[in-house]
Structure formats: structure tokens, C-alpha cells
């Protein structure tokens, strides 16, 4: 079983995160429909879709049945860490998600589109 620091993972996570964050509030922010908003409204959303992004932004560091994410502090978040983090049966989840996102073979500009449309539709 490989080994980790829970204490690192979890920091590196928890940066990971607030750089998702600012990722998707600048996401907002281009576009037009949504850049009107005020700025609570703009957090409700991100609140509404952090999480279902997630998968989006990452599924091409999922290889060979292993998550590749070196987190900023230099952890690695694999399965092993996944299972720790948020339990064996969400890390299944998300690991199922990931695969069928990859079976989709979304280009770019698709990707980015069901982002976009993700966002618009929320709540």
C-alpha cells in the first residue's frame, strides 16, 4: 500500500482547490451572459458546479487506471490518497465519471462548451 503524508495531501489539495476557484471565477467573468452578475450570485454558482467541474479539468491525468495530479506542494493525489480523502466508494465515483468524460473524446472547444453550459443551466 503506498505510503503518504495525510497532512500534505490535504494542504495540497486545499491549494489545488483555491486555484480551481479562481479558475472558474475568472471563467464567469468572460463570459458574457454571466459576467453581469453581482459577485454573490457569481459564488452561488461556483458553488453550485466546484465540485461537478472537477472531473473537466483533470481527466487527462487519468492513466492506466491511476490519477496523476501533482498537487502545488508536490503531493501526489492518486487513488491511494483518493480513497483516504473522501472514501473508497466516492473515489470509485469519481474514478467511473473520469472514465466515461474520457470515452466521451471531447475536443477543446467541447470541453469548454459543456463548462460553459453547465454553468448557465445551474440553479
Given at each position: 500500500?503506498?505510503?503518504?503524508?495525510?497532512?500534505?495531501?490535504?494542504?495540497?489539495?486545499?491549494?489545488?482547490?483555491?486555484?480551481?476557484?479562481?479558475?472558474?471565477?475568472s471563467?464567469?467573468?468572460?463570459?458574457?451572459?454571466?459576467s453581469?452578475?453581482?459577485?454573490?450570485?457569481?459564488?452561488?454558482?461556483?458553488?453550485d458546479?466546484?465540485?461537478?467541474?472537477?472531473?473537466?479539468?483533470?481527466y487527462?491525468?487519468?492513466?492506466?487506471?491511476?490519477?496523476?495530479?501533482?498537487?502545488?506542494?508536490?503531493?501526489?493525489?492518486?487513488?491511494?490518497?483518493h480513497d483516504?480523502?473522501?472514501?473508497?466508494?466516492?473515489?470509485?465515483?469519481?474514478?467511473?465519471?473520469?472514465?466515461?468524460?474520457?470515452?466521451?473524446?471531447?475536443?477543446?472547444?467541447?470541453?469548454?462548451?459543456?463548462?460553459?453550459?453547465?454553468?448557465?443551466?445551474?440553479?
Open positions: 500500500i503506498e505510503q503518504f503524508d495525510s497532512t500534505g495531501i490535504l494542504d495540497g489539495m486545499e491549494l489545488e482547490m483555491k486555484q480551481h476557484f479562481i479558475e472558474m471565477l471563467m464567469i467573468n468572460e463570459l458574457p451572459a454571466l453581469q452578475i453581482d459577485h454573490q450570485k457569481k459564488l452561488l454558482l461556483i458553488k458546479i466546484f465540485f461537478i467541474t472537477c472531473p473537466f479539468k483533470y487527462k491525468l487519468f492513466i492506466n487506471d491511476e490519477f496523476w495530479l501533482i498537487l502545488p506542494n508536490d503531493f501526489h493525489l492518486g487513488r491511494v490518497a483516504y480523502t473522501i472514501g473508497k466508494e466516492k473515489a470509485l465515483e469519481f474514478f467511473n465519471l473520469i472514465k466515461k468524460i474520457i470515452r466521451l473524446n471531447l475536443s477543446k472547444s467541447e470541453q469548454g462548451l459543456f463548462i460553459s453550459l453547465m454553468l448557465v443551466c445551474s440553479g
